[in-house]
Structure formats: structure tokens, C-alpha cells
Nanobody, 123 residues
Framework: VQLQASGGGLVQAGGSLRLSCAASGRAYMWNSMGWFRQAPGQEREFVAAISWSSGATYFVDSMKGRFAISRDNAKNTVCLQMNSLKPEDTAVYYC?????????????????WGQGTLVTVSS
């Protein structure tokens, strides 16, 4: 499975960005897709995930209400809509795919990683 992320960039605080990740490979190879992020000098952390079959979504509590995750099964694509962005959201965002559910991915179960896309939020 190869994951191609796009959509990062520079945005002012309070603005929005939409990240997309396209997966190549057969859909049976993953049961969930999601996003992690890594800020400078910090460990990679979970952001959001979606179970591929049920569409159930999982978020870090601090991002609920600001971020939304969606999938397009036909296009093997997952999107992360980020609203009300804050400078502390600045990070490299990584797309991920896993064999477990979205809830399992929330616990760090990732089988495939995409390349990162940089999101910079200016104050």
C-alpha cells in the first residue's frame, strides 16, 4: 500500500486547510485510515482515524469540533478538514493506514505510512 498525502501549506490562525491522502492498493489491505502529526521536537501523535467499512471516526479530544475526517471508498481517499487552526497545530501531518479498526489506530496500530505534508499556522 502506498499513501500519497497532499494539501499542506501555510495558513493564518483561524483559517482552514484540507488534507487529502490517496491510497494505492486493494482496499482489503487496510481496515482504517487516519492522520498523525509531529511537531518540531515532539513525538508523533494521533490526530484522527476512520474505520473503512463502518465510517466510524475517532479524534483526539482537543481536536473534536475543529477537525473532521472523511473517506471516499471508491477513490480510496481519506480527507482531514481542519478548521479554526491554531499555531500549535503546526506540524508535519502523516497519513496512515492500518489493519485494525480506527479505534485500534488511535492506539498507534499503523501498518502503512505516507510521506508527511507540512502544515504551518501563523499567529
Amino acid at each position: 500500500v502506498q499513501l500519497q498525502a497532499s494539501g499542506g501549506g501555510l495558513v493564518q490562525a483561524g483559517g482552514s486547510l484540507r488534507l487529502s491522502c490517496a491510497a494505492s492498493g486493494r482496499a482489503y489491505m487496510w481496515n482504517s485510515m487516519g492522520w498523525f502529526r509531529q511537531a518540531p521536537g515532539q513525538e508523533r501523535e494521533f490526530v484522527a482515524a476512520i474505520s473503512w467499512s463502518s465510517g466510524a471516526t475517532y479524534f483526539v479530544d482537543s481536536m473534536k469540533g475543529r477537525f473532521a475526517i472523511s473517506r471516499d471508498n471508491a477513490k480510496n481517499t481519506v480527507c482531514l478538514q481542519m478548521n479554526s487552526l491554531k499555531p500549535e497545530d503546526t506540524a508535519v501531518y502523516y497519513c496512515a493506514a492500518g489493519s485494525g479498526s480506527g479505534n485500534v489506530m488511535r492506539l498507534g496500530n499503523v501498518d502503512f505510512w505516507g510521506q508527511g505534508t507540512l502544515v504551518t499556522v501563523s499567529s
